[in-house]
């Protein structure tokens, strides 16, 4: 075909915000939250192969493709999915206040003992 | 458990998703509502239970308005990580349906310009494009709503590929709750307008920011005898809104133009609306384009905006929670929207201060239809105008007659 093939964009223009103070844990979050949706892709289709083997003997790929659930199946599936969800996105639940550990763990000291150490070294063999 | 919604009504011009990519897309509906209603509602929990009595701890007092709920909420693990999902699901929503519109092209684009461009085609509607559109900053600088490329990108002579990648993401991103049209709130608006002013019958109707036509479609039905006229700034946009009116048997007449500098002469319309369209303007376009429906409005005719509450009055914890797209999903000109005095700025646009009218309408897709009734004797009681989808949701509206 004479016409261009047409892409479009993965990524809106302005500038992404991050919610945790290390960007990689937002980054973290991206990554599972995708790979939620793979899994539940998965899911749907071996509930489309279930489904289309109860009334038939043998499928093929062109049988999975062309399958659409009924508003009845999706509406079974809108439900697997939401206790799917509850499950995965377990959410610590919302309390006065954090157990012991606090909401700040504070591995600094360690590097700072470290980084001295160093110091001290390069000191010694200069 | 989830809103199980009607899936989205079938034209010849949607994108096909593929079995997969439907499962996609139904998941990050579903992620998005899940996210947004349970987690979200959490939100409320971790703000009256742990971060605002450590704010009353500190301060000796309640936090004032949003911006510092705002900035201590977000401190808070909870809502770090309900945020951190909201924005990823948000992305999610567009990004399912690009392989669907990518793989439906260029195929879409020449089947729409085949109905578009050919003369002699036997049309319901129109569609006029101006190149020589300028489209302003506040319609480029950001996507809005984070949709990749936004409402204007035009990749070659007859694209439509943004109104298309428009079409199935607002019907993912809505979960289907705004109908299986995505045309609930223009259904509710004209619906509204129809039983409450009987007397009204106009004849031309006009609304502007139309976009693919989602809301404004439905006025063809609720006034069969009036001429309906839709402007968007945005080509793409334009053609597919044609291509998916006449496909759905819809006459309906698009234009191309920007709000700010209608080409219509004086006194041409009964009626003019916009659906959720504010928000998405700057301040000084808002003023301009409320000049603008005063000038194209026939004397008599009636003006008629719906839009999302305004938060300037509300509860601080509740401005935040709204805000929060304003701040994270790309809308940049939100919080100067909900800032806002709209009687003052319909009135600085030549209306006369005693003409100014506001309703709230119930949801036509979600409400109990005496609820609708009872909005239309204006007899409603306020309730809660936050309510999401699938509660008993009540839109904004509000214009004046000229």
């Known amino acids: 075909m004479s016409e261009p093939q047409i892409k479009l964009p993965r990524q809106s223009k302005g500038k992404r915000p991050y919610f945790f103070d290390d960007p990689a844990i937002d980054q973290m979050m991206t990554f599972l939250v995708e790979l939620t949706a793979e899994v539940s892709v998965v899911y749907d289709r071996l509930d489309t192969v279930e489904r289309l083997l109860e009334t038939k003997g043998t499928i093929s790929r062109a049988d999975i493709e062309a399958y659409r659930p009924s508003d009845a199946i999706e509406s079974e599936r809108v439900a697997r999915r939401d206790g799917y969800l509850k499950r995965v996105f377990r959410m610590h639940p919302p309390q006065a206040t954090y157990g012991k550990g606090g909401t700040t763990a504070k591995p600094a000291p360690a590097k700072k003992k470290r980084r001295r150490r160093r110091r001290q070294r390069s000191a010694a063999s200069g | 458990m989830g809103i199980v919604a009607k899936p989205q009504v079938d034209h010849a011009f949607l994108a096909k998703p593929s079995h997969d990519e439907l499962a996609r897309q139904s998941y990050a509906s579903n992620l998005r509502m899940y996210t947004l209603a349970t987690i979200g509602g959490g939100m409320r929990t971790v703000y009256d239970k742990r971060v605002k009595p450590q704010f009353e701890k500190a301060q000796g007092r309640a936090p004032k308005d949003e911006h510092e709920v705002r900035k201590v909420m977000l401190k808070d693990p909870y809502a770090r990580a309900w945020s951190s999902m909201m924005r990823a699901a948000q992305e999610m929503v567009w990004e399912s349906v690009v392989p669907t519109v990518e793989r439906a092209q260029p195929e879409l684009n020449n089947r729409i310009e085949a109905l578009v461009g050919k003369p002699g085609v036997n049309k319901m509607g129109s569609l006029s494009l101006d190149p020589s559109t300028v489209k302003p900053k506040y319609a480029t600088a950001v996507d809005i709503h984070l949709m990749p490329g936004n409402y204007e990108t035009e990749r070659t002579p007859n694209d439509a590929t943004q109104g298309a990648f428009y079409d199935r993401g607002v019907y993912v991103y809505q979960g ?145 929670y709204l805000d929060w797209d304003a701040y994270y999903n790309n809308e940049p000109y939100y919080q100067a929207y909900t800032a806002t005095d709209m009687k003052d700025v319909i009135v600085g646009a030549g209306f006369a201060p005693d003409k100014y009218v506001e309703y709230l309408i119930p949801d036509l897709v979600w409400c109990d239809p005496a609820e609708f009734d009872a909005a239309v004797r204006g007899d409603l009681a306020r309730g809660n105008a936050l309510a999401r989808w699938g509660e008993s949701i009540k839109w904004s509206t509000y214009g004046a007659w000229k």
């Open chain 2, 176 to 320: 289907g709750m705004g109908g299986d049209n995505c045309h609930g709130i223009g259904m509710s608006l004209a619906t509204f307008i129809a039983r409450k002013f009987p007397n009204l019958k106009p004849k031309k109707i006009l609304d502007i920011g139309c976009t693919v036509g989602h809301n404004l479609v439905p006025y063809c039905d609720v006034f069969p005898d009036a001429e309906i006229h839709g402007v968007d700034m945005s080509a793409p946009v334009m053609r597919y809104a044609h291509a998916r009116a006449e496909a759905m048997g819809k006459a309906v007449h698009f234009h191309q133009m920007n709000a700010e500098s209608l080409k219509f002469p004086d006194n041409s319309f009964d009626v003019v609306t916009s659906v959720i369209l504010f928000h998405e303007t700057s301040r000084t376009a808002l003023r301009q384009i409320l000049k603008e429906c005063h000038r194209v409005l026939k004397p008599g005719g009636l003006m008629l905006h719906m839009e999302l509450p305004r938060t300037a009055t509300m509860d601080p914890y509740d401005a935040f």
